[in-house]
């Protein structure tokens, strides 16, 4: 297996709903990775295209209508859908393609024009589309779910309101630094305790919403594309991992859980993370920064203990102690996180391996965490989808 690196990236900013067409938000991320790589588009040998899945036949085929913006070269095309963790599947897809030695350089993107509200069912077929019977019999929303484990952890830890709010007010504050954040406002403590609950405990700010925005990778194994690249960026590991039975996580899209917990909570993630440790030959101790899907308050603090930074309930403590900051012994969420920018499906894990690589590359301004050399990507999606992707410079 070849070594792999990110030689360029590039990033549409995210935003609210749009009626533009996704390809144009791909087209600006695309431009913006080849760009930073120095390369032509004829040098790009394969495309792993995240699939747009609220798109029809286009978003289905996102690869291919990318092509016909930057040009048809007969490479191979695929597309490509797991849930949120989509943008893990896509970089794993090309990083083992050239780590093999089919391609030299290839291109991973995603691009994702939300629906206005929640993330709803994607069809209307309640005889194939379990998701469509959660709707239909429950009209469970993503949120619900995140309260119930969440109502769940406070009962079971301790965890306070005052925890909860925090994980906000941290985030906003590396948001308003950020030229890519959707929402770039500051929250105090009691702005975020006085905002309405959308789902008990969880309140309006201690939620993400869904966005509109494009991210694109490009990995190689050509050294002399790696030789001239700025700051490149090695993969250490980029894995994907599925849930595990007996997981008591009250899995999206399912309607119960097993009343015994004979597996790890969000076991896809914990399956994920330590796939990645062990292809990177490295421990969670060796993380000088994480990037975690923290699509509520109650993920930043789960999402520590199931990749194995701190033991189970610890979390809350490690967040009050500052343990958690850019300084700290664990900056967690640089970027601003989920909060800061919202969900857009295809594209959110990309970003989140962007913004590890932009810390690696020394370019994150104020936000920098500073003497940073191995960096984690963290994401997940629902029915037990998830990915890890390990950097190092």
Not at 80 to 90: E, H, I, L, R
Not at 231 to 243: E, F, H, L
Not at 294 to 323: I, P, Q
């Amino acid at each position: 297996m070849r070594d792999v690196y990110i030689i360029g990236t590039g990033i549409h900013p995210w935003m609210g709903f749009s009626e533009q067409v996704f390809a144009d938000f791909a087209a600006v991320a695309v431009d913006g990775a080849l760009k930073d790589a120095d390369i032509e588009w004829q040098k790009i040998q394969a495309i792993m295209a995240g699939i747009f899945i609220y798109g029809g036949n286009a978003g289905h085929l996102s690869g291919q209508y990318l092509e016909s913006i930057f040009g048809e070269t007969g490479i191979p095309v695929v597309n490509v859908y797991n849930a949120c963790a989509t943008g893990s599947a896509s970089i794993r897809m090309a990083y083992n393609s050239i780590a093999a030695g089919e391609t030299d350089t290839a291109l991973a993107f995603g691009a994702d024009v939300s629906p206005k509200g929640f993330l709803t069912a994607k069809s209307d077929n309640a005889v194939q589309d379990r998701d469509v019977i959660r709707w239909k019999m429950g009209g469970l929303p993503n949120p619900i779910y995140w309260a119930l484990e969440c109502r769940k952890r406070m009962e079971k830890y301790d965890t306070t309101e005052e925890d909860l709010a925090l994980v906000k007010v941290l985030m906003s504050e590396y948001g308003s630094k950020n030229a890519h954040a959707r929402f770039k406002k500051t929250y105090s403590l009691e702005e975020v305790l006085n905002s309405v609950y959308v789902c008990d405990p969880l309140r309006l700010y201690e939620i993400c919403p869904v966005s509109t925005g494009a991210a694109a990778v490009i990995v190689t194994a050509d050294k002399e594309l790696i030789a001239k690249a700025d700051n490149p960026v090695k993969i250490n590991a980029t894995t994907m991992g599925s849930a595990m039975y007996g997981d008591p996580t009250i899995r999206i899209s399912a309607l119960s859980c097993p009343s015994v917990a004979e597996a790890p909570m969000l076991s896809e993630s914990y399956s994920a993370s330590r796939q990645a440790y062990e292809k990177a030959g490295i421990g969670p101790e060796d993380i000088d920064l994480l990037e975690l899907p923290d699509n509520s308050s109650w993920h930043y603090l789960v999402y520590l203990e199931t990749c194995g930074f701190c033991g189970e309930g610890e979390a809350d403590k490690m967040l009050r102690d500052g343990l958690t900051k850019i300084g700290g012994k664990l900056p967690v969420n640089p970027s601003g996180g989920f909060s800061s920018h919202g969900e857009a499906l295809s594209a959110q894990a990309l970003w989140q391996v962007i913004e590890c690589s932009n810390q690696l590359r020394g370019r994150c301004g104020e936000r920098q965490v500073e003497g940073a050399k191995v960096a984690m990507a963290q994401t997940y999606g629902l029915m037990g989808n998830s990915g890890t992707t390990i950097l190092s410079v």
